[in-house]
């Protein structure tokens, strides 16, 4: 039986190329690629024992966490991380104009959009920018209307059939998206736990309690970010990589009293980090 994948769609995404190279990295292992209109979506697909594992953006280099992702991993109890790596991203000016100055408007994903947007103001100033739920959803258009044009990978314009008028367009040369492979398994060893909590209360030194657990226990914590709760103004959840393996000792003590200072606490799982060099 294919071991089945699910990504954001539809076809030609980023999510798309991601899931396609965790696909190759199985070998010869058969593999089925399902595309799901939003991140939330392909999450709950795996969640929801639909898929065998979904491949989702985590975070940017340039526009950072990804928020579709985190909000909707707190809101999950069964997912683990069962790996992480980084592609670079090279983001192409797909359209049927014959040239930029007929380009009246410019179709992307919020995200592609901000990571071009230095490029936009030089080359496409008067162009009308629109936001997207993915990179490939507006190929289609672009491929029915000459005066369109979408930000998307070459991948997504290899799809499609489209012309790309210029590659690459992102505004930093080092644009690396890390992705995290998703399934239902325990996931306790690797170089790398993620987890998430929300505080007992909103009060001076509630974070610090926490955060402080980590440097007493000499963990090294690699990311925090924060996202409100959706309940109260000033109300948060605080996500964190430690590069610490939740089968150690040290990280089992340093969870366990986590717990006491924190009012909900979600462990991701344990994973190693792969950087691959397959351009988009």
Not at 177 to 189: D, N
Request: charge should be negative; include cysteine; charged fraction near 15%.
């Amino acid at each position: 039986m294919a071991v089945s994948i699910a990504h954001l769609g539809p076809k030609g995404t980023f999510a798309e190329f991601a899931a396609a190279t965790y696909a190759d990295s199985l070998g010869t292992q058969a593999t089925e690629l399902k595309p799901y209109p939003t991140i939330a979506q392909s999450l709950n697909a795996t969640a929801q024992k639909k898929t065998d594992f979904c491949v989702v953006p985590i975070e940017n280099s340039i526009g950072g966490g990804v928020t579709f992702t985190l909000d909707t991993l707190w809101e999950i109890e069964t997912l683990q991380i069962q790996q992480a790596f980084t592609l670079p991203v090279q983001h192409a000016l797909i359209s049927r104009a014959s040239s930029l100055s007929d380009i009246k408007t410019v179709y992307s994903h919020p995200q592609a959009l901000s990571q071009c947007c230095g490029w936009l103001e030089a080359n496409l100033p008067g162009a009308n920018l629109v936001r997207s739920s993915s990179t490939a959803e507006p190929l289609p258009h672009v491929k029915e209307n000459a005066s369109a044009g979408a930000i998307a990978s070459s991948w997504g314009a290899k799809v499609y059939d489209l012309p790309i008028l210029a590659h690459p367009i992102n505004d930093y040369a080092d644009n690396y998206t890390r992705f995290w492979v998703l399934g239902q398994a325990p996931a306790t060893k690797g170089q790398y736990t993620s987890l998430a909590f929300s505080l007992l209360s909103n009060e001076p030194g509630a974070l610090l309690k926490p955060l402080q657990l980590f440097s007493a226990l000499n963990i090294n914590m690699s990311r925090i970010e924060s996202r409100p709760t959706k309940r109260l103004l000033g109300d948060y959840i605080f996500f964190v990589d430690i590069e610490a393996s939740a089968d150690a000792q040290t990280t089992q003590t340093a969870l366990e009293l986590l717990k006491i200072h924190t009012a909900k606490l979600k462990i991701f799982g344990s994973y190693n980090l792969t950087a691959i060099e397959r351009v988009l």
